[in-house]
């Protein structure tokens, strides 16, 4: 009998982390996400958990189709709505591999249990905002390029 795991992923996105912004426009998002497209391969029974705080909420709704979108306002609050839907939805026991957009450290606990639970677990981030607790929490690192303002 075939695993419920088996050859699906869940990407776990903090988009303001991923965008660099705490306000991310619609045009943002949409650059984030086809440079996280083209680094990241995608399956076709992959799933997508977006969060964000409310501010965020139609930019990246609009530009982000088809994902579940998580609201929670205040510091960390996006992390730890994609940290509690991890662990209230068991993904460790519905997928193979965890994608998590993000380099907040808030993130390394989370990293870790997953690779104890026998999930791949790789980290999306930008260079500038990958925390160290989290990179070295993981071997798979996959770096979006700078935005224009952290370049700066």
């Known amino acids: 009998m075939r695993s419920l795991r088996d050859g699906r992923s869940i990407h776990l996105l903090d988009i303001e982390n991923l965008t660099a912004s705490s306000a991310p426009t619609t045009a943002e998002?949409?650059?984030?996400?086809?440079?996280?497209?083209?680094?990241v391969p995608i399956g076709p029974m992959d799933q997508f958990i977006v969060a964000m705080n409310p501010r965020s909420m139609v930019n990246a709704g609009i530009a982000i189709r088809g994902a579940q979108l998580l609201i929670r306002p205040g510091t960390d609050g996006a992390d730890s709505a994609l940290a509690e839907a991890a662990v209230s939805g068991r993904i460790d026991l519905r997928f193979e591999r965890v994608v998590i957009g993000s380099g907040d450290g808030y993130f390394t606990d989370l990293a870790v249990w997953l690779a104890g639970a026998g999930l791949r677990v790789s980290v999306v981030s930008r260079p500038a905002?990958?925390?160290?607790?989290?990179?070295?929490?993981?071997s798979d690192i996959t770096y979006l390029p700078p935005t224009l303002a952290l370049a700066a």
Request: aromatic letters at 14%; glycine letters at 0%; a positive charge.
């Open 29 to 39: 998002v949409r650059q984030t996400m086809n440079e996280y497209r083209e680094r």
């Open 129 to 138: 905002s990958l925390n160290w607790r989290l990179y070295t929490a993981t």
